[in-house]
Each structure stands twice: as C-alpha cells, then as structure tokens.
C-alpha cells in the first residue's frame, strides 16, 4: 500500500504562550537519558585523571587539614558549645561535605546547558534533564567523601546514631539549593556569558558566607541577625549536619527559614528556566 506525501500526519514544534506547565512528569518519562547524561558527566570528569574519583576524597580532606590549622590552631575558632576542641576536624569536615556537594553541583548545573549546545541543538528532551542530570552528579563524590567522615567519626570516637538517619533529607536539601540556584545562572548563562566567569567567585564567596570554619554561635541570637544569615540555605543544611552527628544544638527556624528559601528559589527557577527554554536553541 503506497501512502502519498498529503497523508502523513505533521507535528508542529511552537513555543508556549503565557504561564508554560513545568511538566515535572518528563523527568520520569526520559529517566534513561537522565542515568545517561549523569553517568557521562562522571565519567567525562575523571576521564584520564591519576588519581581518578580520589580527588572526591582529597578536596575535602585538603580543606579540612587547612581548617583546622588556620582557623582553629593560628585563629583560636572552636566548634559548637559542648563540642571538644579536639574535634574541630569532623567538626568543620561534617560541614565540608554538604558545602562541597552544593558547590559542585552548583557549578556543573550553571554551565550545563552551554556545555551541552550540541544537543540542544540537533533533538528535543526536557531541557531540564540537563542541569539535573548535572548536579545529580555530585552524589557520588559525596558517597565516597562520606566514607571518610564514617573512618573520622571511628577514629574520634563520634558515637553513630539514629539521628544520622536526617541527613538523606538533609543531602537532598543541598543539593535542591544547587539546583534552585542553578537553574537561575544556567538559564541567564545561556544569554549572558559573564555568569560562567562570576560563577567561582560566587561559589567561592559562599563557603565563608556559611558556618563552615566557625560555629553558628558566632553569629548574634538577638535582634535581625540570625534571620539574614538563615536567608543562606545552606546555614541550615549544616546545621542540620552537625546535629545529626554530634547530637547537640538541634536544628531551629534557621533550617525552617532555609528549607523555606530553597522552595521559593526552586519552584521561581523552574518556572524562570522554563520560560527561557523557547529561546535556548537559538541563543546557545
């Protein structure tokens, strides 16, 4: 049976008008590329690397060997009331962990859709599956820097608890703040390259912006103060980390105010990024 030409149905590709659905269900639906595209960017990152997914476990180890000569043998800085000194180093590498996925996730998800220009390109998926796949990527440099702080907590005697059972929710909120914010700069990157190159200072800036090096008692209970400083998701997320460890200073509205920061910033930049994906093909 021959079919002419006029009877072949044709599906037309037109951009969204008004309020465009986020359409999350896609995710699921193209779950395959995202297992793809997130075991690439792993192994493209390690790819012809010495020392190879070490580097996972040597950032922040490095980090936390600085940490703890500068700031807490040369600047005096202690951990959390009812923490010994002496445990400064777990101290400060329970809030390496979350702050490292975050800045890692952050990164690879705002340059993700100009690194992938090719594709945007040549075939159609859920944009989306991008910056996701992107900053997903980071849980296994978190897996294998979690193997440290269970050999530290071991060897300072840090008793294992239930209550490191929070920190799954708690690693799933870091890295919903790197995907917040990186749906933000991925989409403005795309139309204005100067967000790659503010990107590492930006990151750079957020780690002493959060209660890595210094407990959060630094910082005033009284007056206005605590509320900004919980404007930074991440100053709950940590916080969060060092109870589920330490069982001491149990997470108050600074997580709340957090958690409530990252849902605004996630559901804005999904709807920002959708808007923006009409015009990605043609300005990447």
Same mark, same amino acid.
């Given at each position: 049976m021959t079919i002419r030409a006029d009877q072949v149905p044709v599906t037309y590709l037109r951009p969204s008008k008004g309020w465009i659905p986020l359409n999350l269900a +896609? =995710?699921?639906?193209y779950r395959e590329l995202v297992y793809f595209l997130t075991w690439r960017d792993i192994k493209v990152?390690?790819?012809?690397?010495?020392?190879?997914?070490?580097?996972?476990? =040597?950032?922040? #180890?490095?980090?936390? #060997?600085?940490f703890t000569v500068i700031f807490a043998k040369l600047a005096g800085l202690?951990? +959390? !009331?009812?923490?010994?000194? !002496?445990?400064?180093?777990?101290?400060s590498f329970a809030a390496l962990l979350p702050m490292q996925l975050f800045q890692g996730a952050l990164q690879r998800a705002?340059?993700? =859709?100009?690194?992938?220009?090719? =594709?945007?390109?040549k075939v159609y998926f859920p944009r989306l599956i991008i910056?996701?796949?992107a900053a997903a990527a980071g849980l296994v440099d978190f897996f294998f820097a979690f193997l440290v702080l269970g050999g530290l907590m071991l060897?300072?005697?840090?008793?294992?608890?239930?209550?490191?059972?929070?920190?799954?929710p708690l690693v799933l909120l870091a890295l919903l703040a790197a995907l917040a914010v990186g749906l933000w700069l991925a989409a403005l990157n795309v139309q204005y390259r100067d967000v790659q190159q503010m990107v590492p200072f930006l990151i750079q800036a957020w780690m002493y912006?959060?209660?890595?090096?210094?407990?959060? +008692?630094?910082?005033?209970?009284?007056?206005p103060w605590r509320v900004i400083y919980a404007l930074n998701p991440m100053a709950g997320v940590i916080q969060g980390f060092r109870w589920a460890l330490f069982g001491l200073n149990p997470p108050d509205r600074i997580l709340w105010i957090s958690i409530g920061v990252v849902v605004v910033l996630l559901v804005s930049g999904l709807y920002y990024f959708r808007h923006m994906e009409r015009t990605f093909a043609d300005m990447v």
């Open positions: +896609d =995710l699921w639906a990152r390690y790819k012809q690397a010495a020392l190879g997914i070490g580097w996972a476990i =040597l950032q922040p #180890v490095l980090h936390m #060997v600085i202690k951990p +959390d !009331a009812g923490i010994p000194e !002496a445990l400064y180093p777990v101290f705002s340059i993700s =859709l100009v690194q992938n220009s090719n =594709l945007l390109t910056p996701f796949s060897y300072f005697q840090v008793a294992f608890t239930w209550k490191l059972l929070w920190l799954i912006a959060s209660p890595v090096a210094y407990s959060l +008692d630094v910082i005033p209970a009284s007056g």
